[in-house]
Structures are given as structure tokens and as C-alpha cells.
């Protein structure tokens, strides 16, 4: 059974930062593309950044030079390092991999950047 469990976020002040925590369970995290996506109140989920197989990563241009995906797979877990966060980049934010078989989704964690 896979299972994706988040962790990191919060309620953090504009040009804050954070650090969410995605940890797969049940696959291998190395054979998968894995991403974060989020939605905001009223908004649709939008994907934010991906991480390849390959090690390349792309990063949504709302986000493009403020946040970054990392992951590392010894420990089968995945990262988003998020700066200079903007009252806008408030939601719920959710993990997810993509493997042969299907895509899996963590229950999300919620950012709320507020002053």
C-alpha cells in the first residue's frame, strides 16, 4: 500500500520560509516522478514543481526562484524548500508520485502566509 505523508507546514509572515516534508511508503521513491501541487481558497489544484527520475526539476513560474524540489532517496522522501513567501502563496499544499501502476496522493498540508 502506498502511502504519502506530508509535514512542514504552517502559518509563517510574508517573506517567510518553509520546508515541507513528503515521505512515500510501500513503492521506491527512485523509480517515480514526484511533485507538489496545491490549491488555494476558490482556486483549482495547480502543480508547482516536479522532480524527475532524472534528477531534473521545473518549478511553476509563480514559484520559479522562490521555492525548489529536492528529494532524496535513501530516505524515500521528498522536499520543498519555499522563500520569500507571498500571502498568495497560501493553500493547501499536496505531495504526490507518479509510478507505472498509478499516481498517489499525500492528505496535504496547509501554508497560510499571513501577517
Known amino acids: 500500500q502506498v502511502q504519502l505523508v506530508e509535514s512542514g507546514g504552517g502559518l509563517v509572515h510574508p517573506g517567510g520560509s518553509l520546508r515541507l516534508s513528503c515521505v512515500v511508503s510501500?513503492?521506491?521513491?527512485?523509480?517515480?516522478?514526484a511533485g507538489w501541487s496545491r490549491q488555494g481558497p476558490g482556486t483549482q489544484r495547480e502543480t508547482i514543481a516536479a522532480?524527475?527520475?532524472?534528477?531534473?526539476?521545473s518549478h511553476a513560474d509563480s514559484v520559479d526562484g522562490r521555492f525548489m524540489i529536492s528529494r532524496d532517496n535513501a530516505k524515500n522522501a521528498l522536499y520543498l524548500q519555499m522563500n520569500s513567501l507571498k500571502p498568495e502563496d497560501t493553500a493547501m499544499y499536496y505531495c504526490?508520485?507518479?509510478?507505472?501502476?498509478?499516481?498517489?496522493w499525500g492528505q496535504g498540508t496547509q501554508v497560510t502566509v499571513s501577517s
Open positions: 522532480s524527475t527520475t532524472f534528477g531534473t526539476t
Open positions: 504526490y508520485i507518479q509510478t507505472r501502476e498509478a499516481t498517489y
Open positions: 510501500g513503492t521506491v521513491l527512485s523509480g517515480a516522478l
